[in-house]
């Protein structure tokens, strides 16, 4: 059975979730391999609605093992806080695994991400606040808390108070703030330790002998491609890679062993937070696209931005990927509408351009060049087979592969598990 990473092909929200859920009853594994509690996934499905931030989307099938792998950071307050919300809406989590190679997400992290953000005023990237860039930076500067960490109550101790003595000072005599209690913050941390122990796992083994074994693993991503420290809309970026690349780095899967490689999109585009959107909408279709998909974000509740699908950034998201296959998600969104835009290209500086400018100066300079297609007007909610969509809407989907270049397998008409159209088997690699 093949390795198949599930990535956001846009800027995030494009319906991950609801896809790792849907593909997960035929998988062995789901690994989750970057972000942190800043991502949501919703997931919509017999036990009811349940937004998550770190639990890999394929727990709701109890005999799949689901890791958080060591490309995420981890707040280990909000992991037990989504551990007990299952639990308490009878979902059996013994199969989750946590990798003792993730890194923590410490109180110093969202205090100073609170910080930061507040003191670039005008200038802040929008992060979620929840100290997300700030451990991936201190994983980096190698300043960071693993999960092993923990084990070792003394060597954490001491580690501890070296970290927090250093954070002290760019508290106190940067931001004016209070210092942080080390005493308070071990205490704490080693309560946590304790409560997530039986989770606790090396999980490169477990893998490994899923691998071994020819299981269907599934790797989850969070954020989109167009977020990438490397490839995104830098600095209005993530902090950890969403790319293929991530997924490996952050699940400890060999390259070699991925066997297809499913590119999420929303039949148009959303963002959250600062930074350049070529098509986005301020204007009643974009409100009206938000009200309908109720486009709020599932970490911070914020408004979404909305817009036209970008095939220009599309493209390029598919050409950093390698997508075997693409999802797209929402169509139904657009069955109210009688003309649909597709950005096909930009104009910069009075020339047309059809490649995604790393400048971040250049791309909120880029207006979109469009094709407008004809709507279908009715509703699509209720479809199941590919063929008996409307012949607009199949139309539409065609526009978008012959854009990107990419061939769709999966079409979703609306949130829900059962709201979903394949078009050709993703397990057919």
């Not at 349940?50 to 099938?61: A, D, E, M, Q, R």
């Not at 490649?355 to 791309?363: D, G, K, Q, R």
């Not at 699509?380 to 526009?399: D, N, S, V, W």
Request: aromatic residues 8%; glycine residues 10%.
């Amino acid at each position: 059975m093949p390795v198949i990473a599930i990535l956001g092909a846009q800027w995030g929200d494009e319906g991950k979730g609801k896809v790792v859920d849907q593909l997960s009853e035929g998988a062995r594994m789901v690994i989750r391999f970057s972000g942190g509690d800043n991502a949501g996934h919703t997931v919509i499905n017999p036990y009811g609605e349940f937004k998550l931030h770190i639990v890999p989307s394929g727990i709701f099938y109890p005999n799949i093992t689901c890791i958080i792998g060591n490309g995420v950071v981890i707040n280990p307050a909000r992991l037990i806080n989504e551990i007990d919300n299952l639990i308490s809406n009878k979902i059996d989590v013994s199969h989750l695994f946590i990798s003792d190679r993730a890194h923590l997400v410490m109180p110093y992290h969202t205090l100073l991400d609170q910080l930061e953000e507040k003191s670039k005023a005008e200038r802040a990237i929008g992060t979620t606040l929840r100290g997300i860039g700030p451990a991936f930076t201190d994983k980096t500067a190698r300043l960071g808390i693993r999960v092993s960490d923990l084990i070792d109550k003394r060597g954490f101790f001491n580690r501890l108070c070296s970290i927090v003595n250093y954070k002290n000072e760019i508290l106190t005599k940067i931001y004016g703030a209070d210092p942080l209690s080390v005493e308070d913050i071990y205490h704490q941390y080693i309560e946590y330790a304790e409560r997530l122990a039986p989770y606790i796992k090396h999980t490169p083994l477990i893998i490994q002998n899923s691998l071994t074994n020819d299981e269907l693993i599934i790797l989850e991503g969070a954020q989109g491609a167009l977020l990438d420290p490397d490839f995104g809309t830098y600095p209005y970026a993530t902090s950890s890679s969403p790319l293929a690349g991530g997924a490996c780095q952050g699940s400890g899967i060999s390259p070699r062993c991925i066997d297809g490689i499913l590119g999420v999109f929303k039949a148009y585009c959303t963002r959250v937070g600062g930074g350049p959107f070529p098509t986005e909408l301020n204007d009643d279709v974009g409100n009206l696209i938000r009200e309908k998909a109720h486009e709020f974000g599932t970490t911070t509740g914020r408004p979404r931005r909305c817009g036209w699908f970008d095939t220009v950034a599309a493209r390029f998201s598919h050409h950093i990927n390698g997508f075997t296959g693409m999802v797209i998600t929402r169509l139904d969104v657009f069955d109210i509408l009688p003309q649909i835009k597709v950005c096909i290209g930009y104009k910069l500086d009075g020339e047309i351009i059809d490649y995604f400018p790393a400048n971040t100066t250049e791309l909120i300079k880029c207006q979109p060049v469009y094709e407008e297609l004809d709507g279908w007007q009715s509703d699509t909610t209720g479809i199941r087979e590919f063929e008996k969509l409307p012949l607009a809407a199949k139309k539409y989907i065609a526009k978008l592969e012959e854009l990107i270049g990419c061939p769709t397998n999966i079409v979703c008409v609306g949130p829900r598990r059962e709201q979903t159209i394949e078009v050709k088997p993703v397990l057919d690699v």
